[in-house]
């Protein structure tokens, strides 16, 4: 196992602490209770490289004014 301290800004860790409230919400009586890291471990566990990688390069894009593709979404497809 690796441990790491990732720095999040405010607003993006408040959605994590809210949403692990909303599980323990939920599902009451969970033992031991929900929190906000491992909320991030879990999100952060199911990408692969390829997915991280994708990710990033489409933020860079964005950020650097550089044409961002449309990408279907598997949501509605």
């Known amino acids: 196992m690796l ?8 607003p993006t ?9 909303r599980i323990n919400d939920e599902f009451k009586g969970l033992n031991p209770r929900m929190d ?3 909320l991030v471990a ?3 566990s199911s990408y692969e490289a390829r997915d991280i990688c ?14 961002v593709p449309d990408l279907p979404n598997p949501v509605i497809e």
């Open 13 to 21: 860790a408040a959605e994590y602490f809210e949403a692990a409230e």
């Open 54 to 67: 994708a990710r990033f390069e489409l933020a860079l894009r964005a950020a650097r004014g550089i044409p």
């Open 36 to 38: 906000a890291n491992t």
């Open 3 to 10: 441990t790491l301290s990732v720095k999040l800004p405010e």
């Open 42 to 44: 879990f999100m952060a």
